[in-house]
């Protein structure tokens, strides 16, 4: 059964936090489809990626080209997972369902601590989640590493 992984964000931003677990990802040879509420935030998180460090390369696209099947990881507004991916991850406030849930081996909620609607929207989010039975994980920022705060099992 896929799990949710609540990644509340206090002391990094979402530019920081995302290719490190993008990294980890691709370490487990994961395929990731990230999400975004709108066009304008998923090109600059496509502009990020392609130079978030001097000394690394983060295989990627944008969705709607000739080779989205091809991309170990594929930036998306939509709801199509078009390169088959086994990890989902959703930024700010991009929303999923208990079916949608099903067909990922993770999925993966960042929201910015920092903002009232995010933070709103992500306990929002846990309540319908784990209320439809989806185990989940919530982890936040503290003194620089991620902690486990919370866990509900199915």
Not at 104 to 118: A, H, K, L
Request: one cysteine or more; aromatic letters at 8%.
């Amino acid at each position: 059964m896929a799990e949710v992984y609540f990644y509340h964000l206090t002391s990094s931003p979402l530019e920081q936090a995302l290719p490190d677990l993008l990294e980890k990802v691709r370490g487990n040879d994961w395929r990731a489809l990230i999400r975004c509420t709108d066009q304008t935030r998923l090109n600059k998180l496509d502009a990020h990626l392609w130079q978030y460090r001097e000394d690394a390369f983060m295989p990627h696209g944008l969705a709607g080209g000739d080779h989205d099947a091809d991309q170990p990881i594929l930036l998306t507004t939509g709801a199509d997972n078009a390169n088959n991916s086994e990890i989902l991850l959703l930024t700010h406030q991009a929303k999923t369902d208990s079916a949608e849930v099903a067909k990922f081996t993770r999925v993966c909620i960042m929201f910015d601590g920092n903002n009232p609607d995010e933070l709103t929207a992500a306990r929002g989010d846990w309540k319908t989640l784990t209320d439809a039975g989806i185990p989940a994980q919530y982890w936040a920022q503290e003194n620089g590493r991620w902690t486990k705060k919370a866990e509900k099992t199915a």
